[in-house]
């Protein structure tokens, strides 16, 4: 599905806009940027989304808006990321379309379970590690979480909070099929490299994972 998820957050932008995060976060090889902008407006999030889904079409990428399903319609966005106080996902899918990609945060193996029986095209795990970029959601799941999830669910794991470049791999190696990041490319002076290395990274640990796996068949 994706290899690296780049979530937007304008307090860590170091003045950028939303707009130059996404277009360096897929230049330097994000497969998906989500738009988040809590505090905004309807308006304010539709200005940004339009333009970030233009840029995304152009470089074949996808584009994901967090919680506002009215944007990610409005936008024509890929799809949209739901948490689990947000719309449900029945009504979020009817109001979209079947076509549109939602995502569910979770942090069981129940939750989990759920969004994939309602249609969920995949799940967002976390916080994996501590993180002070959504205070709000629970702390230091662990690996052992995505383990978990990984062995439940049969759809993708998008796993999130605290991840960089020092645990990646390691997220990767647990079971997640992606990692998605917040500080470890928006907050970086250089958002292109530091996309372009995190991917590179996920990459060599599925290459070492694929490895691994063929040479324990051959025992």
Known sequence: MFDLYVVTDLSLSKGRSNVEIAKLAYEGGADVVQLRMKNATKDEMLTDALKIKEIADDMSKFFIVNDNI??????????VHLGQSDMP?????????HDKIIGISV?????????QAGGAAYVGVGSIFNT??????????????????HQAVDIPIVAIGGI???????????????????????AQDDVRKAAHDLRDLIIKA????????????CL
């Open 132 to 149: 002070s970029t959504k205070p709000d959601a629970a702390q230091s799941l662990g690996l052992d979480a995505i383990y978990r999830i």
């Open 164 to 186: 960089n470049q020092g645990n990646i791999q390691s997220v990767i190696r647990a079971g997640a099929d992606c990692a998605a990041v917040v500080s470890a490319v928006v």
């Open 89 to 97: 996902l029945a009504e979020a899918t009817e109001f979209l379309g």
């Open 107 to 115: 942090t069981t193996v129940e939750q989990a379970l759920e969004a």
């Open 206 to 217: 599925r290459l070492r994972l694929a490895k691994s796996l063929t040479q324990d068949s």
């Open 70 to 79: 009215e944007v990610a319609k409005e936008s024509e966005a890929d799809g």
